[in-house]
């Protein structure tokens, strides 16, 4: 269905207006960074992005903004292993080719639809594209008013009501059909909230690549290395996690990892990791899938695992380096609990505006994390 994909912007985000987190902001940020006083229990898109300028402020220098990554490929130098890249300065509109020693993948997986498999919707696609939507595309309701619109599978649009599951369209008569039989005629848009799809298209060189379907990425040890190409790490790619935490963790590991300080296991050993992966979630997106507190513990298994690493030498003190965040009590309990706050958040209306603490929502540590 390229309707859905031809309309995108080439360097597309899916953020809407009036965009708030899903976590509180204790639970998403960093381990050095809190966020400002005064921030709304739930930041918005426009704190969040005024955040994570401000930490990436001291390396701002070392990058490269407005450069595209068109390619990344193996190589070698002198016999040892490298990687070319292909960039294009998009101001200059100026391809260049550069080589490097090792390559972090931190492109996110929320730009690009996942399109589901459901009778009728290419058809639908051919017949009336101006009506069907993606939520990548969505910024605000106002396409949306006045019309009756079909929403497979989830959306906090106003006005909606629940329906079991989606099992067909009929395109000539502008009707669906459900799961318990029951059709809705006369729709007018169709906004596919469907999710996303792994999209690495500057990986073409490496094997194996990511599956057609976009549900699952390349098979990583923990989430991060790939296995025959150990200087290729990924970042981000898990989902339902605290992304900033987690992220920070997941970098503490592959520093020390390049470093020498520590070592991965032989290359069958990460291949058993990820068959025990394979076995408990399955080979489909669930691979990806940390819920809590699944996201907890391989947080804490990977603060353990940099536990491990050698020692660094500077100004003739032994010190550890730079150290995720520790996941206490209290902090698990709020992650654990952040579901439940947001719903209670949301409740609020416009008055949630003013809401800074779980406490002013009735949420309160007890000294226990459960679950």
């Not at 696609?125 to 497979?152: G, M, Q």
């Not at 848009?189 to 060189?205: E, K, M, N």
């Not at 025959?228 to 503490?252: D, I, K, M, N, W």
């Not at 579901?339 to 949420?363: D, P």
Request: glycine share 4%; proline share 7%; charged share 25%.
């Amino acid at each position: 269905m390229e309707v859905v994909t031809t309309s995108l912007p080439r360097l597309n985000t899916p953020m809407y207006e009036n965009l708030e987190a899903n976590l509180p902001h204790m639970v998403m940020q960093f381990s050095d960074k809190p966020f400002p006083n005064g921030t709304q229990l739930f930041p918005t898109r426009e704190t969040v992005m005024q955040y994570l300028e401000e930490y990436a402020d001291e390396i701002l220098p070392l990058t490269r903004l407005e450069h595209e990554v068109l390619d990344v490929k193996p190589t070698e130098c002198d016999g040892i292993h490298k990687w070319e890249l292909v960039v294009r300065n998009n101001v200059k509109h100026k391809e260049i080719t550069k080589i490097f020693d090792a390559v972090i993948v931190a492109n996110g997986h929320c730009d690009w639809p996942l399109l589901p498999s459901i009778e009728g919707l290419e058809a639908w696609s051919r017949i009336s594209p101006a009506s069907l939507y993606h939520s990548t595309s969505y910024r605000n309701t106002k396409p949306f008013e006045d019309k009756a619109e079909v929403s497979p599978y989830h959306t906090d649009l106003p006005n909606t009501r629940e329906y079991p599951a989606l099992v067909s369209l009929k395109p000539d008569e502008r009707a669906a059909e459900f799961e318990d039989g029951s059709t809705e005629n006369n729709i007018d848009a169709i906004l596919l909230c469907t999710g996303y799809a792994y999209r690495y298209p500057f990986l073409t060189a490496v094997e194996p690549t990511i599956k057609k379907e976009g549900i699952r990425a390349l098979q990583l040890y923990h989430n991060m290395f790939h296995m025959q190409y150990p200087t290729l790490a990924f970042v981000g790619t898990t989902e339902r996690t605290a992304p900033f935490p987690y992220s920070e963790c997941q970098a503490a590991v592959i520093a020390r990892v390049w470093s020498d300080r520590l070592l991965l296991p032989p290359e069958l050993e990460m291949h058993d990791w990820t068959n025990r992966v394979v076995h408990e979630r399955g080979t489909g997106r669930r691979f990806h899938q940390l819920n809590p507190p699944y996201d907890l513990r391989h947080m804490k298994e990977m603060y353990e695992w940099v536990l491990t690493a050698a020692e660094l030498q500077s100004d003739g003190k032994r010190v550890k380096g730079k150290m995720p965040k520790v996941w206490d009590d209290r902090a698990c309990w709020e992650r654990l609990a952040a579901a439940k706050m947001k719903k209670a958040f949301n409740a609020r209306g416009k008055e949630r505006l003013q809401v800074l603490t779980y406490e002013e929502l009735g949420f309160h540590f007890d000294g226990l994390a459960k679950g």
